[in-house]
């Protein structure tokens, strides 16, 4: 029997955190039932930098790729879950121990699936990825990076850097997991971005299951 499939998106809600400075999520009722329209018909207002979503080559590189140049590959198929002891960053000392292989789908279980799994105000002291480790993915040239937060690069230090490393890498971006109900180890993962053009960026639906436990590294 495998695993049940867990979702590990986030829900989009109005007041959901977003990165300071970016546009709020807002559902706007333009016709409703209960006020005597024909339909209810909402519209969605937000950014494509919330809640779960996918940055491409063109949120920090000026000729980058935008969402549509994605492979629908890159998205499913199996990944790792890598349990980060670390509490303040991705490091590449750490990372060196797991082994870590060319076109792998890596998500990164920090202590932000713990601490920030609830809703709640943008933390700025999220585990993010330093610059160092995202040298060392861009080296091993894995396919695809997911985080337990809105973000790969810190809010104080390295974020663009550790955004422009990894995008010039050709490596798919996944932020805004919710990887508490995951443990360490493989998993199957399927995640779709919404087919936007032309942005730099998708909100995206990701689930995954685990998988038995093969290579003891994870
Ligand atoms: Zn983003």
């Known amino acids: 029997m495998p695993a049940p499939w867990i979702d590990i998106s986030r829900p989009v809600q109005p007041g959901m955190a977003v990165w300071p400075g970016d546009p709020a999520t807002r559902f706007e009722r333009v016709q409703d ?6 339909c209810t018909v909402t519209r969605l207002s937000m ?6 979503h996918l940055d491409a080559p063109s949120h920090f590189l000026p000729d980058g790729k935008d969402m549509t140049a994605m492979p629908i590959e890159t998205g499913i198929g199996r990944a ?9 960053a991705v490091t590449a ?9 060319k076109g792998e789908r ?6 932000n699936s713990q601490r920030l799994a609830a809703p709640g ?6 585990v993010s990825i330093a610059e160092d480790a995202a040298r060392y993915l861009a080296e091993k040239r894995v396919r695809l990076i997911g985080v337990d937060y809105l973000s790969v690069g810190g809010f104080h230090d390295d974020g663009a ?14 932020e805004g997991l919710d990887l508490s109900g995951l443990s360490p180890g493989p998993v199957e993962l399927v995640c779709l971005p919404l087919r936007l053009v032309g942005t730099e960026g998708a909100p995206a639906r990701a689930v995954a299951r685990q998988l038995a436990r093969r290579d003891r590294r994870a």
């Open 33 to 38: 039932l209960a006020k005597g329209d024909a």
């Open 47 to 52: 950014c494509v930098h919330a809640a779960t």
């Open 80 to 88: 790792r879950v890598i349990g980060i002891e670390n509490a303040k």
């Open 93 to 101: 000392a750490e990372l060196a121990g797991h082994g870590v292989r």
């Open 106 to 111: 890596l998500l990164f279980q920090t202590a």
């Open 121 to 126: 105000p943008f933390a700025e002291d999220f």
């Open 161 to 174: 850097a550790t955004h422009r490393i990894l995008l010039e890498a050709g490596i798919w971006l996944l």
